[in-house]
T-cell receptor, first 113, second 111 residues
């Protein structure tokens, strides 16, 4: 089992561009979570999805941010019209059971110039 | 807010000593989990303790949970330099679907 795979590892975007972050959960995991982390801080919850359904998106800004977890393929976190304040590490995690024993990917470091 | 808060923010000890970190939270929980994060890496799950459990062990780790005080502690015995990392507690409770993390304790184990 390859673990949670996130790509790209590093993503550089200019202000106004779109950022697409991908996450392939562990085999057999139907629960996917996205978190954001700034330096020296903890993780901030963004969104929780369970196969094709958004369960809780209360941590994700209503504008510019969207997430999906299609039946086939990876989960995608999409940020439109990026701004400098979007620069952060974005971590994806997956689990077999809801909110228990999350396995994390290595993260995508987004830098907005 | 459900979010747990770890204490202390930073802890520096010598190899072989024990390290204790605490976590306090605000509302009732279903379970409490501890994770470790090495610099620049993703978090690694260490241990989960349910609300009806008081203590749990895993190798050199010992976790306690006091629901009356809304607090948990993580004890790492006989620490090693490789234990140097940030440690986070995470909680979820009631009808809340969010697993929320504290700001973490940065543990430094000096060889």
């Amino acid at each position: 089992n390859a673990g949670v795979m996130q790509n790209p590892r590093h993503l550089v975007r200019r202000r106004g561009q779109e950022a697409r972050l991908r996450c392939s959960p562990m085999k057999g995991h139907s629960h996917v979570y996205w978190y954001r982390q700034l330096p020296e801080e903890g993780l901030k919850f963004m969104v929780y999805l369970q196969k094709e359904n958004i369960i809780d998106e209360s941590g994700m800004p209503k504008e510019r941010f969207s997430a999906e977890f299609p039946k086939e393929g990876p989960s995608i976190l999409r940020i439109q019209q990026v701004v400098r304040g979007d620069s952060a590490a974005y971590f994806c995690a997956s689990s077999e059971y809801r909110n228990e024993k999350l396995f994390f990917g290595s993260g995508t470091q987004l830098s907005v110039l | 807010s459900q979010q747990g808060e770890e204490d202390p923010q930073a802890l520096s000890i010598q190899e072989g000593e024990n390290a204790t970190m605490n976590c306090s939270y605000k509302t009732s929980i279903n379970n409490l989990q501890w994770y470790r994060q090495n610099s620049g890496r993703g978090l690694v799950h260490l241990i989960l303790i349910r609300s009806n459990e008081r203590e749990k062990h895993s190798g050199r780790l010992r976790v306690t949970l006091d629901t009356s005080k809304k607090s948990s502690s993580l004890l790492i015995t006989a620490s090693r330099a490789a234990d140097t990392a940030s440690y986070f507690c995470a909680t979820v409770g009631g009808s809340n679907y969010k697993l929320t993390f504290g700001k973490g304790t940065l543990l430094t184990v000096n060889p």
